[in-house]
C-alpha cells in the first residue's frame, strides 16, 4: 500500500465518521423535560460538537499532508539512486574505441566496464590505458583481458597491475606479455605468481629480469617446471 493510498484511505474513514455522528445525533430522540431549554446551552453543545469535528479533521489534514511529503522526498531519493548508476559505452562503441580515448575514460566509468566490455577494447586502446586505469582492474575484469590485450600491455601498465589481478590471469595471459613488459613486474608482483602459474613462463619472459625478481620467481618455477629447466635458465643468467 502506498503512503497516497493511506493518505487517501484516512481522509475517506473522516469523512465517513463525520457523516455517521452526524447521522446519530439526528436519530436521538429528544426527551420532554418541564426545565427550560436554555439557548445557550444548546449553542455551546451545538459549537462544542462543531469543535471537535474541525479539530479532527485539521489533524487528519496534516497527517494526510505529513505522508503525502514523506512519499514525494522518497520518491526523489529513488529518483537520485537511479540517476547514480554509472553509464559505460556499448560493446559496439568500445570495439572501435581509440587509446586517446581509453585514457580520457573516467575511473568511475573504467571500474564499471564487464568483462565482455573489456574483452571489446582493440589491442591498440588497451595501449591507452593509464596506470590508475590498470590498478583498478578487478578479477572478473581481468578475466576478459583477452591474449592480443596481454601482448598491448607496456611494461608501465604491467608495473601498475595489482598482485591479486596477478594471481588471478590465467597461464595463457601471463605468456602473451611479451619480455620488455615482464620486466616491469616488481618481487612482490612476482611473488604473487602460483606453481600453477609458473608452467606458463617462458625464458625469454626472463631475459630482463633483475635478480631480485629472478629470486623471487625461484620456487615457483622450481616445483612448476619437472625438469627445473627453467630455474637451471635463470641460474646461467644470473
Known amino acids: 500500500m502506498t503512503i497516497n493510498t493511506v493518505a487517501s484511505n484516512l481522509s475517506s ?4 465518521g463525520a457523516q455517521q455522528s452526524a447521522a446519530s445525533a439526528q436519530k436521538t430522540p429528544v426527551v420532554a423535560s ?8 444548546s449553542a455551546s453543545s451545538s459549537a462544542g ?3 471537535d469535528v ?3 479533521a485539521s489533524g487528519v489534514a496534516a497527517l494526510v499532508a505529513s505522508l503525502k511529503a514523506a512519499g514525494a522526498a522518497g520518491s526523489k531519493a529513488s ?3 537511479t540517476a547514480s548508476v554509472v553509464a559505460t559505452p556499448s560493446i559496439a562503441q568500445l570495439k572501435s574505441y581509440t587509446d586517446k580515448q581509453l585514457a580520457q ?10 568483462a565482455e566490455q573489456i574483452a571489446a577494447l582493440p589491442p591498440i586502446a588497451i595501449k591507452g590505458a593509464t596506470q590508475s586505469q590498470i590498478a583498478l582492474l578487478s578479477t ?3 578475466a576478459g583481458l583477452t591474449v592480443a590485450q596481454m601482448a598491448a600491455l607496456t611494461k608501465t601498465q604491467v608495473s601498475a597491475l595489482t598482485p591479486l589481478s596477478i594471481h ?18 616488481s618481487v612482490s608482483q612476482l611473488s604473487a605468481f602460483s606453481v600453477q602459474q609458473g608452467v606458463s613462463l617462458k625464458p625469454s619472459q626472463l631475459i630482463y629480469l633483475g635478480q631480485d625478481q629472478k629470486n623471487a620467481l625461484q620456487s615457483k618455477t622450481m616445483l612448476a617446471s619437472k625438469s627445473g629447466n627453467l630455474f637451471q635458465i635463470m641460474a646461467m643468467m644470473g
Open 13 to 16: 474513514n473522516t469523512s465517513a
Open 34 to 41: 418541564n426545565a427550560p431549554v436554555s439557548s445557550t446551552t
Open 49 to 51: 460538537s462543531g469543535v
Open 54 to 56: 474541525a479539530v479532527s
Open 79 to 81: 529518483t537520485a539512486s
Open 105 to 114: 575514460m573516467p575511473l568511475a566509468q573504467w571500474k564499471a566496464l564487464s
Open 140 to 142: 572478473k575484469q581481468v
Open 168 to 185: 588471478s590471469f590465467s597461464n595463457s595471459q601471463i605468456s602473451a606479455i611479451t619480455p620488455p613488459a615482464f620486466a616491469g613486474m
